[in-house]
């Protein structure tokens, strides 16, 4: 995309207008210059100037890379998505609102995870120190989920401990295998620990050893 184009018009908003097609922008992700003011010249046609201006694509911040990125996906989709953001110490949060979104979740939120990478490639892709991290929810999935799984660590602990024999649980990602570590690391009677290759790197809980 040009990073800035001029264009002429009777009026400055024609003129403007036609620079806003060519970038395929709106209005508010560019600033434009006034180079030439129109004139109507001596009985409208002598001396007559059209308006002439200079606009420039406007350089986007990290987090607004991100949003647009998810709006053109949404859009693609066919998806009406209200995004809520959330400035935290060391990263940002995107909580994704609206009907029928299940599709943006996936199984065990593998597609929701694909998204997260993707949107946090976009956002640093011109980033070469301090790169920002976005967490992306759907209606608050990622709280229920971590909820579930720490129920389930705790009762799984209980059998192993009771019948003393290990128990493997199913492939999860880093952050849910960090989950159900968390939950059983204060647990004396239990351990846990990661078995297993990428991307069927599983947790195991077992009886730990005085």
């Known amino acids: 995309m040009a990073a800035a184009v001029e264009k002429t018009g009777k009026t400055i908003e024609e003129a403007l207008n036609s620079a806003l097609a060519e970038l395929n922008l709106t209005k508010d992700r560019v600033d434009y210059e006034v180079m030439v003011e129109p004139t109507n010249g001596f009985f409208g046609l002598i001396g007559a100037k059209l308006a002439k201006v200079k606009v420039t694509v406007k350089k986007l911040t990290p987090v607004e890379v991100a949003l647009d990125f998810l709006h053109k ?6 998806l009406a998505v209200e995004i809520q953001q959330a400035a935290k110490e060391d990263h940002y949060i995107f909580n994704l609102k609206g009907n029928d979104l299940g599709i943006l979740i996936g199984k065990h939120g593998q597609t929701l995870d694909a998204l997260q990478y993707l949107t946090n490639l976009a956002a640093n892709r011109d980033l070469s120190e301090e790169k920002i991290r976005i967490i992306i929810d759907v209606e608050d999935y990622r709280k229920r989920r971590e909820e579930t799984l720490c129920r389930l660590a705790m009762r799984l602990a209980d059998k192993v401990r009771r019948s003393g024999e290990k128990i493997v649980l199913e492939p999860m990602n880093r952050h849910e295998r ?17 078995d297993g290759e990428e991307p069927y790197r599983k947790v195991v809980i077992a009886v730990r050893n005085n």
């Not at 996906?73 to 066919?78: E, G, N, T, V, W």
């Not at 570590?181 to 351990?191: C, E, G, K, P």
């Open 73 to 78: 996906i949404f859009s693609s989709m066919k």
């Open 178 to 194: 960090k989950i159900i570590h968390t939950a059983l690391q204060d647990n004396n009677r239990i351990m846990t620990y990661s």
